[in-house]
């Protein structure tokens, strides 16, 4: 694993479309924002402009989404500058045997939804991705080999993010959804404390009376 990812330890990383989303992440303290696969410039549909806006206004690190085993996605996000990759498994893989080595050749910090996973995923920051919470508590009961894991999936509260760190996960990715929410940039704060004080219950039942 990439050592630049134990910034992100007890951190929360957030999924945004566009710089509005970027900026409001990194206002509530997010520790890093990854660009939605749809509207990265490798999507046939994708904006250019998009990446470039949120590289030139935030601080904080941008990863992007691209498929797994596509060496020319990658290769063409390292050049325009992100400073991470996110192999999606929501997206279709291409399988290519020098994938791996490519990428650690690079020295690229990139995380894995964990079924994208090879022999030589130690390269990886691993991903559990799920919309299950269930799934996702369960999988982390099991042995892994890395001592960094993300969480990935339908984790939309203070208690859901409370929960994932206090089965041992060491950060969360919260997914684009969010910025659906009426009054978004306080529940992404809210949601940022929880995983600060995921373990202090006086804590979280704070959060929770201010968030209506």
Same mark, same amino acid.
């Given at each position: 694993?990439?050592?630049?990812?134990?910034?992100?330890?007890?951190?929360?990383?957030? =999924?945004?479309?566009?710089?509005? =989303?970027?900026?409001?992440?990194?206002?509530?303290?997010?520790?890093?924002?990854?660009?939605?696969?749809?509207?990265?410039?490798?999507?046939?549909?994708?904006?250019?402009?998009?990446?470039?806006?949120?590289?030139?206004?935030?601080?904080?690190?941008?990863?992007?989404?691209?498929?797994?085993?596509?060496?020319?996605?990658?290769?063409?996000?390292?050049?325009?500058?992100?400073?991470?990759?996110?192999?999606?498994?929501?997206?279709?893989?291409?399988?290519?045997?020098?994938?791996?080595?490519?990428?650690?050749?690079?020295?690229?910090?990139?995380?894995?939804?964990?079924?994208?996973?090879?022999?030589?995923?130690?390269?990886?920051?691993?991903?559990?991705?799920?919309?299950?919470?269930?799934?996702?508590?369960?999988?982390?009961?099991?042995?892994?080999?890395?001592?960094?894991?993300?969480?990935?999936?339908?984790?939309?509260?203070?208690?859901?993010?409370?929960?994932?760190?206090?089965? /041992?996960?060491? /950060?969360?990715?919260?997914?684009?959804?969010?910025?659906?929410? =009426?009054?978004?940039?306080?529940?992404? =704060?809210?949601?940022?404390?929880?995983?600060?004080?995921?373990?202090?219950?006086?804590?979280?039942?704070?959060?929770?009376?201010?968030?209506?």
């Amino acid at each position: 694993m990439h050592l630049l990812f134990e910034t992100f330890r007890g951190g929360l990383l957030f =999924e945004v479309k566009n710089l509005k =989303e970027a900026q409001m992440a990194e206002n509530a303290g997010a520790v890093a924002v990854i660009l939605n696969y749809d509207c990265s410039p490798i999507h046939n549909e994708g904006n250019a402009k998009i990446l470039e806006d949120i590289l030139k206004n935030i601080q904080i690190p941008v990863i992007s989404a691209f498929r797994a085993g596509h060496l020319v996605e990658a290769e063409l996000l390292i050049n325009i500058g992100v400073w991470g990759l996110y192999a999606d498994s929501r997206l279709d893989k291409i399988y290519m045997p020098d994938y791996f080595s490519y990428l650690t050749e690079k020295d690229l910090p990139v995380i894995a939804d964990i079924r994208n996973f090879n022999k030589k995923q130690e390269a990886f920051a691993p991903v559990i991705r799920n919309k299950s919470l269930k799934h996702i508590i369960n999988k982390m009961k099991q042995p892994h080999l890395q001592n960094f894991v993300l969480a990935a999936g339908d984790i939309k509260t203070v208690s859901d993010v409370s929960l994932v760190r206090r089965v /041992g996960y060491d /950060g969360v990715i919260i997914d684009n959804e969010i910025f659906e929410l =009426e009054k978004v940039e306080h529940h992404l =704060e809210n949601l940022i404390k929880a995983s600060f004080y995921y373990d202090q219950s006086e804590e979280l039942t704070k959060i929770l009376s201010k968030i209506y």
